[in-house]
């Protein structure tokens, strides 16, 4: 079955500086690639997404790359903020809409 | 996106009972998935549950533990059976809201004595 791996466990930065998650994934049949954040206490909410075809996508300070050869995707966020602090989620998709997730990434954002 | 909800919010379950949590949404959905988020950790998908057939389980997931119910598409039960302090959890629903795109229920928060 996949296997989701999520590097760090856990991030600092200053706000205004850049964050950045990766994620590897090892079944080369995954062809959707979801983030997803999660304050304490709520529901996961999906942020942004990318799909195989494509290599890279942009929302406003969120942006993912993929790269489909090396079965790495990765989450950017520019100029964070205080209420970017959460865990961050990624996570990989199948063709029968099932998601295998990552362990996390539980972001600080220092003001 | 769909409004999901999930009842009860959260309970507090002894050894040995069952609880059946319910998840309903309010458009007509084809996917609906059931996850597992043990205190810390990430989310594991227990199952898809299927209209109209029987739900189909991941690895490490029996239908005598997690029996699934999904009589329509808007509504479907999670019933964690014969609960010990290892299914402290919490559980979510989840749709899917397009071709690929998931959206969560808020959670049912069990925790077993």
């Known amino acids: 079955g996949e296997n989701v791996e999520q590097h760090p466990s856990t991030l600092s930065v200053q706000e205004g500086d850049s964050a950045v998650i990766k994620c590897t994934y090892s079944d080369s049949a995954s062809n959707y690639f979801p983030w997803y954040k999660q304050e304490l206490g709520k529901r996961p909410q999906l942020i942004i997404d990318i799909r195989s075809n494509v290599g890279e996508k942009k929302d406003q300070r969120i942006a993912v790359t993929l790269n489909k050869t090396a079965k790495h995707f990765s989450l950017h966020i520019t100029e964070t903020q205080p209420e970017d602090s959460a865990v961050y989620f990624c996570?990989?998709?199948?063709?029968?809409?099932?998601?295998?997730f990552g362990s996390g990434t539980k972001l600080n954002v220092k003001p | 996106s769909a409004v999901i909800s999930q009842k009860p919010s959260r309970d507090i379950c002894q050894r040995g009972t069952s609880l059946t949590i319910q998840c309903q949404v309010d458009?007509?959905?084809?996917?609906m998935f059931w996850y597992r988020q043990q205190p810390g950790q990430s989310l594991t998908l227990i199952a898809t549950a299927n209209q109209g057939s029987e739900a189909t389980y991941e690895s490490g997931f029996v239908i005598d533990k997690f029996p699934i119910s999904r009589p329509n598409l808007t509504f479907s039960t999670l019933t964690v059976s014969n609960m010990s302090p290892e299914d402290s959890s919490i559980y979510l629903c989840?749709?899917?809201?397009?071709?690929?795109?998931?959206?969560f229920g808020p959670g049912t928060r069990l925790t077993v004595t």
């Open positions: 996570a990989a998709g199948d063709n029968f809409n099932k998601f295998y």
């Open positions: 989840s749709v899917a809201g397009g071709t690929y795109e998931q959206y």
């Open positions: 458009s007509q959905v084809t996917m």
